[in-house]
């Protein structure tokens, strides 16, 4: 498996990303990277690589780029003067098919821009969705889409998000009928804006013939209960319910953290507990779930958090990959074609 990785625009430099991608390669034999950037900080972050992942850097590829998107530029500066930077230049190898899929740091909203003219959409889609997994109660999660590429977005979108965010659900984790909710202030028909009040009224016209069992409406708590595997808003909705979930999950960890620690007590049934500890920072830690898919296009690109360390980067690679595994788009095309 070969992919195409954007190491330039984030917020710490290449380092943590360089060290990220060694971890992948080290850890799955089969796998290559194309590193785009610059030649000179890529191969100075290589050299400073531990031991342990030296033996990386033979499946470590440099693509030599000199400029890179600023996380402060707009989509329409990166379609106008974005063409030679690191961010196309990674999306243009999946366009060509030379990388099966692309992972990037980089400005959100150029990202989306970029990939949607050299990916191209998937027949009837109309743009790209970013979308990820949070973690839910009784070991299951829910894909919740979109977080941030459509702040604002009309019905017949909401109704292509479902249908991705399904697609995701049934074929990452083989569920066979996700169920699917539409995010809301309440359960009431009557609440809600214009937008998903028709949303909610295409998807019930159309409810069988729909690949997924639609549920009506949700409220933000619904998305942790386990009981809905993918729930769909808009972007602006959905990026400050991640990010709230996210700090609200580093709190907790924090907190429980400390309450052992405080008094000798604590620590003795910290080290007792130690192993339960483990496993409740390791599902709760938003670190595991870095990356978030943008669904639609052509080919696959992931999105990775533009502060990430290593630990993070490193899991958004996993997602690139598992969604090559699953032919993702190919998956979404057809069952986009069933619907239409």
Request: charged share 20%.
């Amino acid at each position: 498996m070969r992919l195409a990785i954007d190491v330039m625009g984030g917020d710490k430099g290449p380092c943590a990303l360089i060290e990220g991608a060694a971890r992948a390669v080290v850890d799955h034999p089969g796998l290559e990277l194309v590193l785009f950037g610059s030649r000179q900080q890529i191969t100075a972050e290589l050299l400073r690589l531990p031991r342990p992942l030296a033996a990386a850097t033979s499946r470590l590829a440099i693509h030599d780029v000199t400029s890179s998107v600023a996380m402060t530029a707009t989509a329409a500066w990166a379609l106008r003067r974005g063409q030679s930077t690191s961010m196309a230049q990674m999306l243009r190898c999946v366009a060509q098919g030379d990388a099966q899929a692309g992972v990037s740091v980089g400005n959100t909203a150029a990202l989306v821009a970029l990939a949607r003219r050299e990916l191209g959409m998937l027949d009837g889609m109309s743009r790209p969705a970013i979308s990820t997994a949070i973690p839910a109660r009784r070991g299951r999660r829910c894909y919740l889409l979109d977080l941030g590429a459509n702040v604002d977005s009309p019905p017949h979108r909401l109704v292509e998000f479902a249908l991705m965010g399904a697609a995701m659900a049934r074929q990452v984790d083989q569920i066979e009928r996700p169920r699917v909710a539409l995010l809301n202030v309440g359960a009431e028909s009557t609440k809600g804006s214009l937008s998903v009040r028709e949303a909610d009224r295409l998807l019930r016209e159309s409810a069988a013939r729909l690949p997924f069992a639609y549920l009506g409406y949700a409220e933000g708590g619904d998305i942790f209960q386990g009981e809905l595997d993918v729930i769909v808003c808009d972007g602006f909705a959905g990026n400050a319910v991640l990010k709230a979930s996210e700090g609200l999950a580093g709190m907790l960890v924090e907190r429980v953290q400390s309450a052992f620690a405080s008094r000798f007590r604590g620590r003795l049934a910290s080290w007792i507990a130690r192993p339960i500890l483990t496993h409740l920072k390791q599902e709760l830690d938003p670190v595991r779930y870095n990356g978030a898919s943008l669904l639609g296009l052509q080919g696959i690109v992931v999105k990775s958090h533009g502060g990430t360390q290593a630990e993070g980067f490193y899991y958004a690679i996993r997602r690139a990959m598992q969604e090559v595994d699953n032919s993702l788009p190919e998956r979404l095309a057809k069952r986009w074609a069933c619907y239409g």
